[in-house]
């Protein structure tokens, strides 16, 4: 009897029925990865079109009282000013979400890190590095993201692979693609699946590698069981990571439905020598945003992934111009404040782009035809800094963004002022938006059960 | 009189007697992740330098001061799991392609469309012994084989079917992770210590950062590693190697910190000479100091701080602003500067000088932390959440030196408490610019580059470098970090007595480094362990460890 034969075998029996027979176009039996996480629900033809996550994320947060005006309570209308307006004609399609306070329980303020991680993860860290809940977008991604072939994609266009806020805790933190070449093999290279192909021809080598795989995934099960507990709990995303691609595979034998809104777009092209060693200038920045958030909405649109993430510039803001000292982040704290303006204008001209950039990121989203309306609208794209004013490190009201219609299931157009509430109320109410089934979120005075019902449908 | 002779008395004692070894705690059985240099060099001892390496794994933590003991609690993320297939595919490719696959086989199948039960296992059991540190066991041997034999049959290719048992096999955790398996310390020193593969695998990555080659898992099998006599030769052995070389280079790039030369940018407009080439060569720079003094040349660790002799290529002596014979190109030469030259040492070096910096400017706070943290092995705490440092500094004054505005931090008393300890010691290096290009004047004001370190006050670099050999952290940081590097973990209070031991051999035998390597690779600490792996149970009279158990029970 061959061992890559499963225990509990129809499917792949099936499956390896057919090897010989070379190019095939079948319907396969249903696999656990076209069903929703409850099994209660298939994700086929005629369904809605789904809903998908996403987080955009930004150093330095805003010049106070010149990016968004304060409102005294909450209520429709967002009034942009010099800093974010750029986002102006995207007032109707995203919330702004300010006043929402950062308890920290005594514990320290880790400057430009506690900030992202209590907004993210519900707890801020007791050390500096640490991360003790999952990110938001890997709760959300653990219930929508196993019907995709990727369960979540991370970009940078910040040039530092490991400034990246999903993390499931201090060391299990994922990287993010830094380069744009990279991240389009790793949507559309070999393995991609075009669902508006003539012909659909599964490669017979899949199934086999399947079943190997899952061979494999079976005597490793078996050989982690002999390790201690800390070790066993080190690999349970492993075998996680495992079953992902299992199920990448599956769904590479399986003909998608045709999907109007899905345009392979072609490769970028690989960046000059002399280029890779200024990735952080911001043209270059912005530049390479651009091409990423074009790869990432296609990504979505051609459903390779349902929950997606990318930095514009990381919480460090490790960003510069050209023949300038000091990076954004320096300038924060070095730049002296401008008497007749108010502000830092050096710093204040990055805030700038970091707007203009999320401006770029939501025009790009809804320039995707899907279905009556746009990709945008059946998305729901988290966007938050890790501090208000970067020149102080003050993580009171750090600025947050909820944008698109999440499938119809969020009002925008609205300003939401927190009145102290704990800033977990947002990702909160996000992730109730998504389905997620959580009936508390955060720990501590970070701790809350109570969604912004407002923007709810 | 009497004293003296006292003395004289027992320094012939302590002479005649070579002190033994104090005993440590042990070490907890831990699974460290391969790194990125680890798993390259894995692949290429083991296949040959023809096979690539496609992509790299995600980075590990900088934990405690040294990547390599993120590898003890790195996880693998499903993005990073996705690069270890996706590497594993591509290297499993290339072994069983028809260019190579002649070089990789002992053995050649009847026919690739009928499996080859012998072929198969043959192939998988050589390279499994060499991915996995020891013999796969007949289980593990099983699904390999058994893809190949189905691929012939189902697809009519067997080879086909050896690369997915390949990719398998790379992707496996007894190929990710160094496991540390134990049984008890036959020679009753301590109550657990790593079984002979286990230590294998510890000596040849400390050694020579790659997996037990045959040689030395032959050793281990026939009982070679259980005497002290039979691990001093066979260290002896490796560390008369050329492969030596990628041992230490590995340990100084941890210990320097190269991850950070890979987002290291510099403004091209401030600083037009910095190329990417400078870059690369700045980092080979340092290592090359570092062979040729410490492996080379034999001498006196301290003398690195202090050293006038080095290895230029072109576009970095163009920094250096040195005359080269070879003005272009990357080829290397030996130089050495003046004595008249202010540069000394490998803190004056661009490796250093220009990392810890930013990309338009020099800064004394981060080049005195990073001597404090990667050289003297001292923790800098975070700064505090609520000080607003405009007070200290305004870009608009041109005619102020970086002295003149770190003066700001000694009267903020929140600030006062770290930057005294840092900025002293940056400001030493303040003639060299953020590009580590020599200088004598800011903004049209000569640097006045004098500094303290721990009391001792010092005119320059070159003076600063001469303290730093004389601190006596500088050599315990060494030793510290050399030791947690070959343990992977950090020391704890159970190493008090086995670090002082250490340190004290370190100094006798005048500082040099290959003394150290060899005293820590020879020593019972490096394999002793504190309690059996997997917590298995009570001490017993045989191996406890599962993974070893099931070795032992079902060899082929």
Known sequence: ?457 | MRAVFALLLSFVLLVGCEQPEPPTDGSTPAMRRLSNEQYRNVITDVFGPHITVAGQADSLLRTEGLLALGAQTARITPSGFEKFYSMARSIAQQVVNEQNRSGQFQCEPASITEPDDSCAKQFFSDVGRLLYRRPPTTDELAIPVTAANDSAVSNGNFYAGIALGLAGMLTSPQFLFVIDTTEPDALGLSKWQLTSHAKAARLSFLLWNTTPNKMLLDAAEAGELDTQEGVDAHVDRMMASHRLEAGVRAFFTDFFRFEEFDTLEKDSIIYPAFSAQVIDDSKEQLLLTVLDLLMERKEDYRNLFTTKKTFLTGPLARVYRVPTSRPTGNAWEPYEFSQSDPRAGVLMQVGFAALASHPGRSSPTLRGMAIREAFLCQHIPSPPGDVDFSQFEDPESPDATAKDRLEAHSIEPACAGCHKIMDPIGLGLEQLDGSAQFRTTENETVIDASGELDGIPFEDGAGLGRVMSQNPATTACLANRLTEYALGRPLGAGDRNYMEYLEQKFADTGYRFPDLLRRIATSRALYAVSEPANNAGPLQGAATSATTLAIAESQP
């Not at chain 1, 690999?235 to 109007?260: G, V």
């Not at chain 1, 982040?329 to 950039?357: K, V």
């Not at chain 1, 995707?368 to 746009?374: A, C, K, N, P, Y």
């Open chain 1, 1 to 457: 009897m061959s061992i890559l034969l499963p225990r509990k075998p129809p499917r792949r029996q099936v499956l390896r029925g057919l090897l010989g027979g070379g190019v095939v176009s079948v319907g396969l039996p249903l696999l656990d990865c076209f069903l929703n996480d409850n099994g209660t629900a298939l994700a086929a033809t005629g369904s809605p079109l789904p809903v998908r996550f996403g987080t955009w994320y930004w150093g330095m947060g805003h010049t106070p009282y010149n990016a968004v005006a304060p409102k005294a309570q909450s209520g429709h209308g967002i009034v942009f000013l010099e800093e974010t307006k750029a986002l102006k004609p995207f007032e109707d399609q995203l919330n702004f979400f300010s006043g929402f306070g950062m308890p920290l329980d005594g514990r320290s303020n880790y400057t430009h890190f506690t900030g992202w991680v209590g907004n993210r993860t519900g707890t801020v860290p007791q050390k500096q590095g640490e991360i003790v809940s999952p990110t938001l977008d890997l709760l959300v991604a653990d219930e929508i993201g196993n019907r995709t072939p990727f369960k979540t994609i991370d970009a940078s266009s910040a040039g530092l692979a490991q400034e990246n806020y999903s993390a499931r805790n201090t060391e299990s933190r994922a990287e993010a693609i830094i380069s744009p070449v990279e991240l389009y093999t790793r949507i559309f290279g070999a393995d991609f699946v075009d669902p508006n192909a003539n012909e659909f021809s599964p490669d017979p080598n899949i199934m086999l590698e399947k079943s190997v795989l899952s061979a494999f995934m079976e005597a490793h099960q078996r050989f982690i069981s002999t390790l201690g507990a800390a070790d066993r709990d080190r690999m349970d995303e492993y075998f996680t990571s495992i079953r992902q691609i299992e199920n990448r595979l599956a769904l590479q034998l399986q003909k998608p439905e045709p999907n109007e809104a899905c345009l392979v777009p072609t490769k970028p092209s690989a960046p000059s020598s002399k280029k890779l060693t200024r990735v952080r200038e911001m043209p270059n920045v912005i530049e390479t945003h651009e091409v990423m958030a074009q790869l990432m909405a296609m990504a979505v649109a051609c459903n390779q992934t349902h929950v997606f993430n990318l930095v514009f510039t990381d919480n460090f803001a490790n960003v510069r111009r050209v023949g300038e000292s000091y990076t954004h982040h320096l300038l924060t704290h070095m730049e002296l404040i401008d008497s007749e303006l108010g502000y830092q204008p050096l710093a204040f001209w990055f805030n700038e782009r970091c707007s203009e950039a999320f401006a770029t990121y939501l025009e790009t989203l809804s320039s995707i035809r899907e279905g009556d309306g746009t990709l945008l609208d059946n998305c729901l794209i988290f966007a938050a800094s890790e501090t208000n004013y970067a020149k102080l490190h003050t993580i009171d009201s750090i600025p947050v963004y909820l944008a698109g219609k999440a499938g119809g299931r969020m009002k925008t157009g609205m300003h939401i002022v927190g009145g102290g509430d704990p800033i977990t109320r947002v990702g909160y109410t996000a992730m109730q938006i998504m389905g997620v089934p959580l009936r508390r979120w955060g720990t501590k005075s970070l701790q809350t059960s109570r969604p912004i019902t407002e923007i709810m449908i």
